[in-house]
């Protein structure tokens, strides 16, 4: 491959640039109606979109024809500034990062006023901004606070809050965004198409869960796949050789697997994380910062966890608010406590290992965990067992779905020899033995579970009714060469599941979105929370009776209304 496919497919005009409709609607609406500032300033994640824009601006002025959303093409300005173009010299880059730019600074003050050569504008685009030291900012601040009629100014970074303040006022402030999934993913696909390079089933929602939504990061590990493909083009197996290994996908792995006390699974991707070359601490400081925000999601509201989890894409926050309330908030302060003491074990250990699997460990077992934490974490597993116990055989099932999360303040105390003896009687204190977490090939249990959101997302697309069952109540136990076992969360569900024939819905899903054909077993999971905002949210444009109108939990209180009814 010639050329890095983030290079080969940047674009050159605003309507090519994917997921920043918000930034580049108003700019080429600024530039078709000739209201440009003078100074503007580009910021979000990195590998978004930042400095190519910055670069399309440019070029939008400078066009012969311009300023105009959709330069020319054909002027020698719009020739210099093409993506991969030799570049203008009227249009200055200049990196804060790599230079202290005070030199920089100090000339481009006096070069400024000079009229540019070649062109309407002598633009400076100014990437990673933040990192301007004080003299250069200042050397600066003098042309952006009077500039001449000619220049104009495009600041980026990723840090927009440490740009000196007297410059940041000064300019029209332009947020760029992580890219959503499906937008990404559409991205994608059609340059496979273009490079003429088929990609199994699977491989694109990998590539993007690992990218977290840069634009760059997404193109920089298609191009790794795109590169190692054979004749038949890229097989899942390459893709998961390559992604199941990435920070982000072992530590998903790990806490999927704490949150469905799955020893197996969790201590295999211990494993993982050694055998890739990963450094052990490292890894558990990730993992202490994966809970402290799941701790976040769990204490807040969806809309508030968005904008202090900003930078993390949508459909992870979702996966996140999911294991979130599968583990349970008692839980998780529990975890990171554990997870905290570890780390400061590791300091000068000489097994960082041992230590790692230990924190595993003792995050697994809460029985014979008699501090305050431990004994709250019980107490929230039995909670929800004694959630579902009943729910298959009264009536009152949605009522009581629909309760709010009970009071734990207050019960340590007196109740912890009832739960004890409860523990033994729970469902949830039965571990899952029998099912099995071996690697199926490469299909591990953990590469099914890092695909489920895309499954259950294909499943409501086939039935609302499958979907409603499954999106805050079902969880992937295990896999082997004939069946997917999936656990939901009461006998109830189970059995509606089976007789609205959902198995086949699912089976389909499971091989359109992963090419896995297995038949589906359904076994009841307790350990699974059906206290989700999914399964309590009732919107209130809902209109009774309009099937396709009914959110998952109406639908799922009305199918097991209906089936104890004819029970009775
Ligand atoms: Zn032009």
Redesign the pocket.
């Known amino acids: 491959m010639s050329l890095a496919l983030y290079r080969k497919y940047r674009p050159s005009v605003f309507a090519d640039v994917i997921g920043q409709e918000h930034v580049t609607v108003p700019l080429s609406n600024a530039l078709s109606a000739d209201r440009t500032h003078h100074a503007y300033l580009f910021s979000g994640p990195r590998g978004c979109g930042k400095t190519s824009s910055a670069r399309i601006m440019a070029r939008s002025l400078n066009?012969?024809?311009?300023p105009t959303p959709n330069?020319?093409?054909?002027?020698q300005?719009?020739k210099d500034l093409v993506a991969n173009g030799p570049g203008s010299i009227d249009v200055i880059e200049l990196d804060a990062a790599t230079h202290g730019l005070v030199d920089d600074a100090r000339d481009l003050r006096d070069k400024a006023f000079f009229a540019p050569v070649n062109s309407k504008y002598k633009i400076y685009i100014i990437d990673e901004a933040h990192q301007l030291g004080p003299g250069a900012a200042n050397a600066l601040l003098k042309v952006v606070e009077e500039p001449p009629p000619h220049v104009i100014f495009i600041f980026a970074t990723t840090e927009p809050e440490k740009l000196i303040s007297t410059i940041r006022s000064r300019t029209h402030h332009y947020p760029f965004r992580l890219v959503p999934p499906g937008i990404l993913a559409a991205h994608l696909e059609k340059i496979c198409n273009a490079e003429g390079v088929t990609v199994a089933k699977g491989v694109i929602p990998l590539v993007v869960r690992a990218s977290g939504g840069s634009v760059r990061d997404a193109l920089s590990v298609l191009g790794q796949l795109l590169a190692g493909a054979g004749v038949d083009g890229v097989s899942y197996d390459i893709a998961i050789q390559l992604l199941g290994f990435t920070d982000g996908a072992l530590l998903d792995d790990a806490v999927d697997a704490l949150a469905a006390h799955d020893g197996a699974t969790l201590f295999q991707t211990v494993d993982r994380v050694i055998e890739s070359g990963h450094d052990p601490r490292r890894f558990t400081s990730d993992l202490l910062e994966r809970l402290r925000d799941l701790m976040i999601v769990s204490a807040l509201a969806e809309t508030n966890a968005n904008t202090i989890l900003r930078e993390l894409p949508d459909d992870q926050l979702e996966r996140m608010r999911n294991q979130a309330q599968r583990i349970g908030a008692a839980g998780l302060s529990r975890a990171a406590d554990i997870a905290a003491q570890g780390l400061t074990e590791m300091r000068g250990a000489t097994a960082p290992r041992l230590i790692l699997e230990l924190i595993c460990g003792r995050i697994l077992l809460p029985i014979g965990d008699t501090s305050e934490s431990g004994l709250l974490t019980r107490i929230e597993r039995l909670e929800r067992a004694e959630n579902l116990a009943p729910m298959s055989t009264q009536p009152a099932v949605p009522v009581r779905a629909a309760a709010p999360a009970p009071q734990r303040a207050s019960v340590p105390d007196f109740v912890a020899p009832a739960v004890a003896e409860a523990i033994h009687e729970a469902p949830v204190a039965i571990k899952k033995e029998t099912i099995k977490a071996e690697p199926i090939g490469s299909m591990d249990i953990s590469g099914l579970r890092r695909i489920w959101p895309d499954v259950i997302e294909d499943v409501k697309k086939r039935r609302r009714l499958t979907w409603s069952l499954l999106s805050a109540s079902a969880q992937i136990l295990g896999v082997d060469d004939k069946n997917i076992t999936i656990g939901i969360v009461n006998s109830g569900a189970r059995d509606s599941f089976i007789r609205s024939e959902s198995d086949v819905i699912l089976r389909q899903a499971f091989i359109d979105v992963v090419g896995l054909d297995r038949k589906i077993e359904m076994v009841v999971d307790p350990s699974i929370n059906p206290n989700t905002p999914q399964a309590r949210a009732t919107r209130v444009d809902e209109a009774p009776g309009d099937e396709t109108q009914l959110s998952g939990s109406a639908l799922l209180a009305r199918e097991l209304g209906a089936q104890v009814i004819r029970e009775k």
């Open positions: 066009c012969e024809k311009g330069p020319c093409g054909e002027c300005s719009c």
